[in-house]
Structure formats: C-alpha cells, structure tokens
C-alpha cells in the first residue's frame, strides 16, 4: 500500500517536528476558549489543563454546559471559528506545541492539522447523526485509508472491512456496503470507534460515546474501547456525564463544572474520596452497589449561565460548603495527596463529612 | 419505460442495486394512475365544460352544417365521455394527437416545432443549474459575507418581477440598448435562444441558488461535518464530497418540479421573443380557439413532464440511499 | 433574561445581560432552550418533563399555553423587524388603493380621450396616457383592485381546501390518504400557465370570477400537500396521543390540537401565494386568456404596450413596476414571517 504522507505515519515526528519520547501523549495547560455571540461572550472553558500519559485513561467529567465538549473540540482544532476561540493555554502533542497565535484575531489556532485524525482521533456521540447518511459505512471508513495513505478503492475497501472486524461488527463482509441508518446504535457507534482507531492514533477522545445507546449496549463499547486500549497502548479521554461510567474504565478522573476544574484524582481517589463539594454531590446523587445511601440527593438549583459565570468559585451558589470567601476569591487547584487536588478552600471539611 | 428498465439493470444486478430496483418499479407503478388521470383531466376540463363541445373544438366561427356533422363524427362527441376518452387516449398512445380545425394532425405541428421548444428548454435548464448552483454554492460558502448578501437580493428581486416583465427589460437591455442579442425571431443555431433562454430560465435559477445555499448551510452545520473535519479531511474534501451531495438532494427535488415550469414558461418565453415553439403553438391555437390542438399539444407536454419527472425520481432514489425505502 | 424557575434560583444570581427583553418562557411548558449553547439542559428539562408528566394535568392547557406562547413570540419578533415592517406597509398601501382607487387617481380610467393618445408623461398625465388617449395613472392605480382581488380571494378558497384536504390525508392517513395523494399527484403535473390557457380557452366569459375559479382549480395541489406534512409532523407529539387517551374526538383533536401548530408553514406559504397567483393573473391576461378589455389589469396592459416598447417604453414600465412591486411585497411579507415563525418550529 503507497504510504502518502510519510510525516503521519513515522511515530517520531509530528510535520517538521520530533515528538519527545519522555513527553505525556497529550498535555493541555490552562486552556480557555470563549464564544463570541449575540448576547455577549461565553467563557466554555476556563483554565482547564491535564496530562495523559500512555495506556492511560482520563475521565472529564461534568454536566451539560461544563465546557467538557469544547475542551475536546478546542484540542482537535475542529472547533467552530468563529464564533468559538482558544483565547488562551498551550496543547501539546507528545511534547510537540499544537497551538500557534493568530496575528488577525488574536486567539490561538490549531497549527498542526497532520495530527487531526491519524494521531489524534474522535468518536462522538450520536453516530446516526455523526456519520454522513449517504455514503456507505465502508466508504466512510475506507475514506481515512484513501485520503490518508493514498490506498487505492480496493484497498480501502479490504482495510475497511478489516476495522469492522477488530470492532467486532459481525458479517463485516456483507455489511461494508450498507449505509449508516441501516445499523443499529451500538453497531454504529463500533463503525465510529473504528474510524477512530484505522489510523493507529496515539489519542482517542471519546465524546460521550455511550450516552445514546442502552444500558447493555453502553457496557459493550466500554469494554471494546477498553480492550482495544490494551491493545494499542493509546491514551484515551473519556468526555461524559456519566459516573457509572467512569466508575468502569477511568484511571483518573477531572471533574469539570463552568469550565474549570473542580477536582482532579485517581478513579479511587475521587470515588471513595471526594474532596470538593461538587464531586460530593454527584456521588450523592447517584445510586451506588458499594454505598447504602437512605436517598439520593440531587444537587440544588443548576448550573450556571456561561455568559456570566458566577464570581469567584463557580459553585459557590449551590454549594453548601460555601463561606463568604468563596465569591471574592476563586479557589486554586490545591494538592491533597499525590495526584489528587481539589479546587475548593474547605475540601477538608468535605472530606470529614464523607 | 424501456430506458428505464434498462439503465435500472445493472443497477438492479449488483447487492446495492435491489433496493434501488424495488424503489424504481414502485416508482413506476405509482407513475401510471397519475398519467391516465392528468390525462384525463386535461380532456375533461375542455370537453367537460359547461357548453357546446362544439364551440370547444372552433370556437365562435359559423360552421356549416356538413362541418358540424364531419366534427361530430370524429370527435366521436354522440358517444359517452368516458368512451371519447378511450378512444382519445388509444389515438395518443398511437402518436395520433388529433387535428386541428382544417384537419391537419397536430402531431405534425408538434414534431415541427419541438426542436426549438427543446434547445430553449435544454439551455435554460443548463442555465439554471450552472448559473444558479454555482452562485448558491458559493454564496452557502461564504455566509454572510458580501457574495452571499449579494445573491440574496439579487434573487429575491428576480424572483418578484414577473418572467414576461423580465422578458422585456431583457429586450431592451440587452437587445435595443446593448444590441448584444436580437430582440426577436429566431435563428437557426442557438444564439438567438440565448437571450430568451436566460429569461426563461431565471426564475428558476434564483429559486435554485437560494434552496442550495440554504440546503449547503444546513448541512455545514450538521453532526457530520464535525466528524469529517475530525477525520482529519481537508476543507474543500468535507465541503465539495460531503456537504455537497447531501445538499443536492433537495435540489434535485426542485429541478424535477421545475422542468414542468419550464414547459410552461416557455409559452410566455416563446410568445414575448416570437419563437416557433410549442408554446407558441399553444399560445396561437387558444387564440384561434382551436380547441383540438390545444388539447393535444397540451397532452404531449404534460406526458413529457410527467416522464422527466420519473426520471428524476431516479435520480433522487441514486443520490439518497434513504429515499429507497419510502 | 430574567429567570424563571421559583424559589431553586439561588441569590447573587447573573444580572440580567438584555435588559429590554420580555419573560418569554415564565409559565410556559416550551420544548427548546432560548440559548441551547450556554444554558445547562440539566435540571430545567427535567422539571419541564415532570411538569408535563404530571397526572391530572390537562394536557388542552399545556397544549393551549404552549401555543399561545408560540404565536405570542412570534408577533414580538415579527414587530421588530425591518422586513416585516416595510412589506407591511406596502401591502397596507396597496390595499388601500384597491379599495378607494378614485382616493389617489387623477382621472377616472375610463375617461378616454383620443386627442390625448400616448402622451409622454408629464405634470398632467403624471404616466402619460395609453393609445386610447386614458390617463396612465388612474388606469395603473385601478389595476391594483383587480390583482389584489384575486390574490385574495384565490389563496382565501385555496387555504380553505387544502387545510381540509391536507389534515384529512395527513390525519387520517391510509386509504384516505393514498387517493388523496394520487389526485394531487396528478395536479402537480399540469402547470399553471398551460392549464390556465386550456381552460380558458374554451369558457364563453372571462371576468374576474372565471379567473379566480380557473387559478382556485389548478392551484390548491401545493399547499395542500404542505398541510399534510405539516400535520403529519404535528400528529407526531406526543399530546396528541394523550389527547385521544382522554377521548377527545377525532376533529376535536385536529382542530384544537394539531392545526394550531401545523398553521404556521401554511400562512408562511399563503402569503407568498399571494404574490404568485397575481402574477399568474397578469401572465393569463398578457397572454389574452385572462381579463378581457374593459376589465382593467396590469397584464392586459403589458399586453398592449408590447408594441411600443421602443417608442413608449413607459406604457411598460409603469405596470410593470407596479406588479413586480405588488408581488415582491407579497414575497417579502413570507420571508419575514418565516424567519419569525420557522426557528420556533425546529
């Protein structure tokens, strides 16, 4: 098979730079990207950063309207500009800078768009909507092996058909030439996953990927998507709203609330002790096997409006912990014990309460 | 029919092809009622009028009482109306589309003029696609920008002033004052359809560049086009092959509607430029009262929109892979 | 925006960033998100779903509030907008003038003096006058009663059938709807103009009734077809379903039910029909097929000032003006009150 682009396919450089073997796959330091619109500007992300090393799995986890979505957009550089910006923070690829100022608009853009799918890939939620309803799913797969490693049709098409396979879809043979419609959900979500994996990517950023499927169907993804980490060795970043689902494959876990960071850990860390008054509240609000709770204790009031965040700590008004420190000054990430941090002044006294 | 099948064949032969198949021979099925039936109404809404069918076929010209007997004979108009219908249709089905007043077959006046109805109708259809998906493409593309504002209400105005008003500005433009084109008549060739075809056409042609740019910012905004942009393809790739033919679908749909209105347009067209076509005819024979003529020529031309019209739901059921199962 | 849900909103909440904007959603059980890219779906739906799912709950009063929010909004974005404002006016002028044409004439049309024959426009005859010697003007001005007549009257009968038609189809659908929608097929294939002409052809008289029921006729086959897929749509929601659960009859469903919120792309339509069937009256009339002399049309004088479009080009241009700025009125009163109307259907 003619091997087009030689840059994306040669593991030790990304365009004209060498990757930096001791680098983290993906670092993202303090990220903050703004939506111009109508009514004023939209802070979705605010100061957000992580690391992710290989093999490794990072949740983001967060309600609607955290910022969670757009940190992974601002990251693939697929993000709509305008009205969207990354005003501010550095992304960087195995130690290679993604970012590069724009002199005109004076936000930051996404300047290495060889990594956008060959070494660092997206599955998204809905797949009935996410792949094109007119070309047929071994098009569609085919497509990545066509344009970016010069196959052929024929190629493409064997190569496609081996994905499917590897996502476990069965008959892959016969089912290559059917269109997206003609798939149930988590068979579509599969023949997503594996156009995210066809280019062997470093990343996988897996955008609420089971949020529209069934229950059953939902652990079956996760248990692929894990599998097939253990396999490759990628990273994968896990955006959902979804603890059970955390709960099963995160190592490490970032919980995100008005486009900050709110609390950062370990899986257990975070599960058996949260440490800020959010991460508390969702475990208080979900049903869990390895808890007795008397009831479930949704939290109060909802999440705020991006076009005027809270002052201070965002939570602040629905926070039960709150003082009158908690509107002037807006906690900083604070170390608890090794990877664990939280955002809050009183995280002691979450802690004490659990 | 037959062209049909044949160019469905293939189709139909390989595993992509039988749902298409199925959804063309439904197509077709659902395509003969509705022939017998435009047919029909179109006899009935002549010969069923209130009145004398007579004054239908000659109108007010005082007929000699042989005359009125020879009409009444061929016309078969002593016979029930359902029975003159079958016969009327099985005289179409044999190219038979009767005759006009001094007995001469219409059919003849149609094959006379139907080579200019055709390449005015090919050119303004030619017209209308380039001119008019070109701009909305582009327009689509660059929202917002002047380009787009520019189409926007260039084909707003276009669509307002009414095609024979747009016919003699055209005429004095570009025939009287810039002598570009000649104001009238026709030509052997297709320069002097140039002109008429461009008036022709250019109702629909601001139609088909406001529904693509619409249909192309819809799907630029679509869950897809975010995944195309993730799979790392290039903007013109996720614009000119996916968008795009997403985008087409309800053009297509517009066109196949449109070549009726081009027929039909065309009869204001031919009569402003004073071109020998089939609208002309129809234009000249309703003027005679010549009721027979118009009745066939207008036959001939809703079968040929009707045919078009399955043809391009062909096309549809080609480009939409989802359409084949309605 | 000033919020809406009680007591959970909590104190030092954000100010409100559009001062002048009305409560839009206070008691009302709507189903989109003003801003769907900043607020939260969170906690807000799920209440509106416990809201709606509440027993006892008279689903006519959801439905009704809903509605009235729907057009309620609709007619605050409406009043604010230039296009709507302007294609307001000139379809309130043009009316006007239809009605009381002698209000803003300068002659009576029909005072005709052959001396005064194609007379070039001047302080007098402020269009000049025709070749039989009329006042331009006044004739121009009178031609306005004719098109507007039939526009209205045309689309008023067009409406009525196919919103009967229309819901019947997409209500009731199967065998109702299949010959329903065959007959329309068989419409669709017959254009306008052609039909326009093979009718007329043939009828003895030609007035302002002839016409109208001839454009009534070929006409009705669009719109309905756009009512059987807008009630189609309606009849999906699921209020409908609970509507006949408490055993509303069939007709009371879809009078009270689904037109209400299948209405909005039809009196987009209908406006812009409008415009189209007074320039199809013009076309009939210019083809000779229409009005005939003395009726007094825009199309009939396009006809005659064929002819002299080089040596009298304005006995053109003045009808014509005043046609294509009738119907591009029409046009844009549709454009306003789809972009008013559309989004909040999505």
């Known amino acids: 098979m003619a091997k087009n682009n030689d840059t994306n396919t040669r593991s030790d450089m990304v365009g004209d730079t060498p990757i930096d073997p001791g680098a983290p796959f993906l670092e993202v330091e303090n990220l903050h990207v703004e939506f111009h619109i109508e009514d004023g500007t939209v802070k979705a992300v605010n100061g957000l950063s992580y690391k992710l090393a290989k093999h490794e799995t990072l949740a983001i986890l967060g309600e609607s309207g955290s910022g969670k979505s757009v940190s992974a957009q601002a990251v693939m550089g697929i993000l709509d500009t305008p009205p969207g910006y990354v005003t501010q923070g550095s992304v960087k690829f195995r130690g290679v800078e993604l970012l590069a100022p724009n002199s005109k608009t004076g936000a930051l853009d996404h300047a290495v768009p060889e990594v956008r799918g060959t070494r660092i890939a997206m599955v998204f939620q809905d797949a009935l909507t996410a792949l094109n309803p007119v070309f047929t799913v071994g098009w569609q797969l085919g497509e990545m092996f066509r344009v970016h490693k010069g196959a052929s049709r024929k190629e493409a098409k064997e190569k496609a058909i081996e994905m499917m396979e590897r996502v476990n879809i069965p008959s892959a043979r016969e089912r290559v030439n059917s269109y997206p419609h003609e798939f149930s959900g988590g068979m579509r979500q599969r023949v997503m996953i594996a156009m995210a994996l066809s280019m062997d990517p470093d990343v996988i950023i897996a955008d609420e990927p089971t949020t529209a499927l069934d229950v059953t169907v939902q652990s079956q993804i996760m248990e692929l998507l894990s599998d097939l980490q253990k396999e490759t060795g990628m990273g994968l970043i896990l955006i959902t709203h979804d603890l059970a689902v955390v709960a099963e494959v995160a190592d490490r876990v970032v919980v995100m609330y008005a486009g900050r960071r709110m609390e950062t850990g370990g899986i257990d860390d975070i599960f058996h002790h949260p440490s800020h008054p959010y991460t508390l509240g969702l475990m208080d609000s979900i049903a869990r096997p390895d808890v007795h709770l008397d009831r479930l204790t949704p939290i109060p009031g909802s999440p705020p409006d991006l076009l005027a965040i809270p002052s201070g700590c965002p939570f602040h008004p629905r926070c039960t912990y709150a003082t009158d420190r908690c509107p002037a000054e807006a906690p900083k990430l604070e170390q608890i014990a090794g990877q664990h941090s939280s955002a809050c002044f009183y995280w002691k006294d979450v802690q004490i309460d659990i | 029919m037959v062209l049909g099948c044949s160019l469905a064949l293939p189709l139909v032969a390989d595993e992509e092809g039988t749902d298409l198949g199925r959804y063309l021979i439904r197509r077709v099925l659902q395509f003969i009622p509705v022939f017998f039936g435009a047919t029909f109404l179109i006899f009935a809404l002549v010969f069923l009028m209130p009145g004398d069918p007579i004054r239908a076929l000659s109108g007010d010209k005082p007929l000699a009482p042989e005359v009125v007997v020879a009409l009444q004979e061929r016309y078969h108009l002593d016979e029930p109306f359902y029975k003159q219908y079958a016969i009327y249709i099985t005289n179409v089905f044999q190219g038979d589309f009767g005759s006009d007043f001094r007995g001469y077959p219409v059919r003849d006046l149609m094959l006379d003029r139907l080579p200019v109805t055709i390449r005015l109708a090919l050119l303004a259809f030619l017209f209308e696609v380039v001119i008019g998906l070109t701009a909305g493409v582009v327009a689509g593309v660059r929202k917002g920008k002047f380009f787009d504002s520019l189409v926007l209400v260039s084909t707003l105005v276009v669509i307002a002033i009414p095609i024979f008003v747009l016919g003699f500005i055209g005429q004095i433009v570009f025939g009287v004052k810039l002598g570009w084109f000649p104001i009238s008549g026709y030509r052997e060739g297709w320069y002097s359809l140039m002109l008429p075809a461009l008036v022709l056409a250019s109702l629909s042609l601001a139609y088909v560049a406001r529904l693509s740019r619409t249909s192309l910012v819809e799907n630029l905004r679509a869950d897809y086009v975010r995944t195309a942009r993730a799979k790392g393809l290039s903007t013109s790739r996720v614009i000119g092959i996916h968008t795009l033919r997403n985008s087409l679908i309800p053009v297509v749909t517009y066109l196949a509607v449109d070549l009726g209105a081009l027929m039909g347009g065309a009869i204001i067209t031919e009569t402003i430029f004073n071109l020998p076509g089939l609208g002309r005819a129809v234009f000249d024979a309703a003027r005679a009262q010549e009721g027979a003529v118009v009745i066939g020529i207008a036959t001939f031309l809703v079968i040929v929109y009707m045919i078009a019209n399955l043809l391009v739901d062909v096309l549809y059921g080609v480009l939409d892979p989802r359409i084949r199962y309605e | ?346």
């Open chain 3, 1 to 346: 925006m000033s919020d809406t849900t009680p007591s959970d909103q909590p104190e030092g909440m954000s100010p409100d960033p559009s001062g002048e904007e009305p409560i839009l959603y206070a008691d009302t059980v709507d189903e989109y998100l003003p801003r769907d890219v900043v607020t939260a779906a969170g906690d807000e739906s799920d209440q509106r779903e416990r809201f709606r799912q509440s027993p006892g709950l008279d689903t006519e009063l959801v439905d009704m509030t809903r509605t009235a929010s729907l057009w309620g909004d609709a007619w605050r974005q409406l009043r604010r907008r230039p296009v709507f404002i302007i294609s307001a006016v000139m379809i309130l002028i043009l009316v006007i003038i239809s009605l009381v044409p002698g209000l803003f004439a300068t002659h009576d049309p029909r005072d005709c003096n052959l001396i005064d024959s194609l007379l070039l426009p001047s302080s007098e005859h402020w269009f000049g006058t025709d070749l039989q010697g009329c006042d331009y003007y006044s004739r121009t001005l009178y031609g306005t009663r004719v098109s507007i007549s039939i526009g209205i009257i045309v689309v008023f009968f067009i409406t009525i059938i196919a919103v009967t038609g229309g819901s019947i189809a997409g209500y009731y659908g199967g065998v109702t709807d299949s010959i329903i929608g065959r007959i329309t097929d068989i419409w669709f294939v017959i254009p306008t103009i052609l039909g326009g002409i093979v009718i007329l052809s043939v009828t003895r008289s030609r007035n302002i009734g002839t016409v109208s029921l001839v454009l009534i006729v070929l006409g009705w086959a669009t719109l309905l077809r756009l009512v059987r897929s807008s009630v189609l749509a309606a009849k999906a929601n699921d209020y409908v379903d609970a509507a006949r659960v408490m055993g509303a009859s069939n007709a009371r469903i879809i009078i009270r039910h689904i037109l209400p919120n299948a209405i909005a792309p039809v009196i987009i339509v209908s406006a812009i029909y409008i415009g189209v069937v007074i320039a199809a009256e013009a076309a009939l009339s210019f083809l000779g097929v229409g009005l005939q002399l003395p009726a007094i049309s825009w199309g009939l004088m396009i006809a005659t000032a064929q002819q002299r479009i080089i040596t009298a080009p304005y006995l053109l241009i003045f009808p014509g003006a005043f046609l294509s700025v009738t119907v591009f009125s029409f046009i844009l009163m549709g454009d306003a009150l789809r972009d008013a109307l559309d989004p909040k259907l999505r």
